[in-house]
């Protein structure tokens, strides 16, 4: 079981960081919730010493909020506890400064813990570690990178930055020119990845104006790999925000523009650190192939993780690179689950179904579950899909095993055994919690085009 005791190689890291930037003021404490929003406060530098010796003290309602911020009865963690306090402490590894804020100020990662040193079970980050540490004592080592999508805005007016418009049509994927007319926030955005100590690799323009995507580098410390994703999220608003643009992750800001995933890519490795699906077949390893099989076996009961939101479900379309069917396939990115090409050493699958508006940790435990689940039933994920996935799918009804709202997701997540183990019962009952009164919400709005449609015509 895991311990709220600071870990004594750690406990003083604030000390040597103080150290090396004695011109640090403030310092912002922040912890994700479950919906994958960062919340918390700016504190005096001075508190540094008391949060890494014993924790601070933080309303348990934080991780009970849905996504706007609005409180989560449901949860369990509002009046029932009369909104008591439980014990955060910092992330060991993530007090770094945050040189996008004019202030001198530094940010730490923080987890949740019961009074009683037990791990918080609204806490996605636990959900994660505990999802690695099953995988460990199968003998496996998860290998974990991330690629993020994402639009970069002008802050005033909503629309994509840059000088290609929406209404001309044009796309200009890959291209250079997209990269180079924003070069002084990305050449920003890198800088402040080195100082962070955030692996930023490829960045490249996406398929729509105004999108981009940044990869991180594999890491063999899963924890650490998703953790640095929450960190580059941070990171990336802050600094577009500095140079007056809105950077957003939601899964599909524009009908006629692409939506924006997250990537996961994982692989095995043994205690040696040899790839356990590493092999001169494409296809990979029979582990390979039977983790895939898991991951096909619980997409449809697990779509409410990768897609948490009433406007994720814009985003799949047939034919728009965001898959739509429970399908895998070797070099094919109309499929969810991707065997890249490379060498033999390198084999893994990418997971392509997640928005980039969904939680990192809880889509990292479901994939690497998923990925359990299948190794331990040795579920054979049938034939690659070779050429169109999309007509594939559509061929073969298999769009339809796939949640098609927000609503049937959620239902679908209500009656998993896979999730309850993958995320913990505890959770999953905050989780379900928090998402039905999102869902509530959203549905009783009347927008615009309800009335541009209904109010003359009904």
Not at 65 to 71: A, E, F, M, N, S
């Amino acid at each position: 079981m895991s311990s709220s005791k600071p870990n004594t190689d750690t406990a003083f890291e604030w000390r040597d960081f103080l150290a090396k930037h004695p011109d640090i003021e403030a310092v912002q404490l922040f912890i994700t919730d479950p919906s994958g929003v960062a919340r918390g406060k700016t504190a005096s530098v001075s508190e540094l010493e008391r949060l890494y010796a014993s924790g601070r003290p933080v309303a348990g309602s934080i991780l009970g909020l849905d996504i706007t911020g609005t409180d989560v009865d449901a949860t369990g963690l509002v009046w029932d506890t009369g909104d008591a306090d439980l014990i955060c402490r910092a992330v060991p590894g993530t007090l770094a400064r945050a040189p996008w804020l004019s202030r001198p100020t530094a940010q730490v990662m923080l987890s949740m813990y019961e009074l009683d040193g037990r791990p918080a079970p609204a806490d996605p980050r636990h959900v994660l570690k505990r999802t690695i540490e099953r995988l460990q004592a199968r003998g496996f080592k998860p290998v974990v990178a991330v690629e993020l999508e994402f639009y970069v805005l002008d802050a005033k007016s909503g629309e994509p930055a840059g000088s290609l418009r929406r209404e001309e049509g044009r796309i200009e994927a890959y291209s250079l020119a997209r990269l180079e007319e924003l070069a002084p926030m990305f050449d920003e955005i890198y800088s402040a990845a080195r100082a962070q100590g955030i692996p930023v690799e490829t960045l490249m323009s996406e398929y729509a104006p105004g999108q981009f995507e940044l990869t991180l580098t594999h890491r063999d410390d899963a924890l650490r790999a998703v953790d640095e994703a929450i960190l580059l999220k941070r990171l990336l608003r802050g600094v577009a925000a500095k140079h007056g643009k809105l950077l957003t992750f939601m899964a599909k800001p524009y009908a006629e523009l692409a939506g924006s995933g997250m990537h996961i890519h994982v692989s095995l490795a043994d205690e040696a650190g040899t790839n356990q699906f590493a092999a001169d077949d494409p296809a990979g390893t029979p582990l390979l192939r039977h983790a895939i099989g898991g991951l096909k076996a619980t997409m449809a009961e697990s779509l409410l993780v990768f897609a948490p939101n009433g406007n994720s479900y814009r985003r799949f379309r047939s034919q728009s690179y965001a898959p739509i069917a429970a399908s895998w396939g070797i070099n094919n990115r109309s499929v969810s689950l991707r065997i890249p090409t490379g060498p033999a050493a390198s084999r893994h699958v990418e997971h392509r179904i997640a928005g980039a508006d969904a939680n990192p940790y809880l889509v990292a435990a479901t994939v690497l579950a998923g990925i359990e689940h299948g190794i331990a039933q040795a579920l054979d994920p049938g034939p690659a899909v070779v050429g169109n996935g999309y007509a594939a799918a559509e061929a073969a009804g298999a769009r339809r095993e796939l949640p098609a709202t927000w609503h049937e997701a959620i239902e679908r997540a209500a009656e998993s055994e896979f999730l309850q183990q993958a995320l913990g019962a505890d959770f999953l009952t905050i989780f379900l919690a928090i998402k039905r009164q999102e869902c509530e919400r959203f549905s009783a709005e009347v927008t615009e085009l309800d009335r541009l449609w209904y109010l003359r015509s009904s």
